[in-house]
């Protein structure tokens, strides 16, 4: 196989999990139960192989961005797809504009960032580092640190969605967290 | 063995219970601070340490990524009929605003603000209307996610000196409310103008010609909105048409685009005067030792009833720190640093 190519597989390989990570993001935990992120994730990586050629970026920044709108289409395809029940093309057109402005708007944040090039690089690693430590934890630890800390719930909104007792999503959190800690030195120490 | 895993487990639920408080606390905007935690729980000392230690570690890396999901992600909230979600036949209907009848679109609360809409995005952070829980008023919030990226130092420098903007007491100084960060996501409260920056305004009449006919529009209000660029294109109200609080604004800039090109005495009165009001509001800063460092027509407000506001103090030193490099970067915007700045001879800027 071209050496080129296979490198561009690998690159696509490690980004899996932040897509993951942005896919929980985007779905609400009750669709988690019939929608599986790491679905979407796989069809976006599907198509991403298969349009590589079409990818004129050079920086893994730029290639981050053209994944996420990618996975941006995809989510919309599956919920869409997933709600077909509920004729609405109007609130179909809404959840693809919603989702595609998350998308825009995570670049345009990006792009704003007015920090140097090399701590842009350092924050990106980071960020692909956490998506992959997150994956190690245990399933709800990591939804509560998702839901509490990536999505601004209130304690009490994780509660209600985990179904859990505000004393244990704490606990969840502290001992999440500390794992993820672990996971992520252990990840820099490689 | 049974019994201590009990007690282990009765201590750790102990634990997660002032954890609890603490969260909730931080939530209504009444945070203790870290340290009477420490002092009134001395057999949690370590593992409140650990918890306020990892607690930061992942704010530092979370908070731009909070954006995403507090821009609106997929059916995170329940959503309102004109905003992208995915309702579930059993779902909660949608949160309103308390304050408003009209089905406002919350984006997600940070500490005990709600936020309400963007009205303005700069270099440093976006700016949001939001709804203050604990005194139920409404402030404009400016967000800004790379502060988590500074390191304690660099952020204990950013605070001194966004504090001592804070105690700055004049008429013609955006009043801050509250510098705070939750979860990772710093914020920086203050008062809400109703009008626009200067940079905004010196687009708009750059971009107004006398000889076209204006089209119907509408100037969004901001409210100390950063961007440098101001906002795109707002066709001008006809002035006949001037009713709301809106147009006023339109009415403004219309009268300061007539009176520019008819070159009257007015309008190089009115500027004079607004950059004396400006002057004075930046003497008393200085009266009481703070410096702005970053002076320019985006941090000029201009509310509606003509008043002119200086705001973003304290917010520089932030800009710098999260850009500087090794090789160091200036601070301010170039175009309208002092040469004592630009020179970059430290302790010498004074305005």
Known sequence: MDQAVEARDVELERCREYLRMLARLQ???RLHGKLDASDVVQQTLLSAHANRDQFRGKTEAELLGWLRQILANHLAGAVRHFGAGLRDVRREHSLETGLE?????????????????????????????????????????????????????????????????????????????????????????? | MSTEHATNAERESRLNDVLLSYLEAVQVG????????????????????????????????????REVALSGGLAGEPSAPDRPGFDFPDDRAPK???????????????????????????????????????????VALKVLPFAAALDPKQLARFQNEAQAAARLHHTNIVPVFAISQERGVHYYAMQLIDGQSLASLLDELR??????????GNLEALSGAGAASGPPA???QPPAAAAHAVETSAAQLVSFSTERSLRKSSFFQRIAQLI????????????????????????????????????????????????????????????????????????????
């Open chain 1, 27 to 29: 779905l609400h935990p």
């Open chain 2, 30 to 65: 009444k945070a203790p601070e870290r340290r009477q935690l420490l002092d009134r729980y001395p057999e949690f000392a370590a593992e409140l340490r650990e918890f306020f230690t990892l607690r930061d570690q992942i704010s530092r890396l979370a908070s731009p990524l």
């Open chain 2, 207 to 216: 971009r107004h010609e006398p000889t076209r006919p204006a089209r119907p």
């Open chain 1, 101 to 190: 402005e998350s998308a825009v708007r995570l670049d345009g944040w990006l792009a704003a960032d007015q920090s140097s090039p090399s701590q842009q690089l350092m924050r990106q690693e980071l960020h692909l580092r956490l998506a992959e430590a997150l994956a190690q934890l245990p399933d709800d630890q990591r939804l509560a640190i998702e839901l509490h800390h990536l999505k601004g719930c209130t304690v009490a909104d994780v509660a209600e969605q985990m179904g859990r007792t505000k004393n244990a999503v704490v606990g969840l959190l502290f001992r999440g967290l500390r794992k993820l800690r672990q996971l992520l030195h252990d990840a820099n120490a490689d």
């Open chain 2, 96 to 138: 309103t605003s308390a304050r408003s009848g009209a089905a406002s679109v919350e984006l997600g609360p940070i500490g005990e603000f709600r936020l309400l809409r963007e009205i303005g995005r700069g270099g440093m952070g976006v700016v949001y209307e939001a709804y203050q829980t604990s005194l139920n008023r409404r």
């Open chain 2, 234 to 236: 707002a066709a001008l």
């Open chain 2, 276 to 351: 004396r009001t400006a002057a004075e509001a930046l003497e008393h800063a200085h009266q009481a030792g703070v410096v702005h460092r970053d002076i320019k027509p985006a941090n000029l407000l201009l509310d509606l009833g003509g008043n002119l506001w200086v705001t973003d103090f304290g917010l520089a030193l932030l800009q710098s720190a999260a850009g500087l490099t090794m090789t160091g970067e200036l601070l301010g915007t170039l175009r309208y640093m002092s040469p004592e700045q630009v020179s970059a001879r430290r302790g010498q800027v004074d305005h």
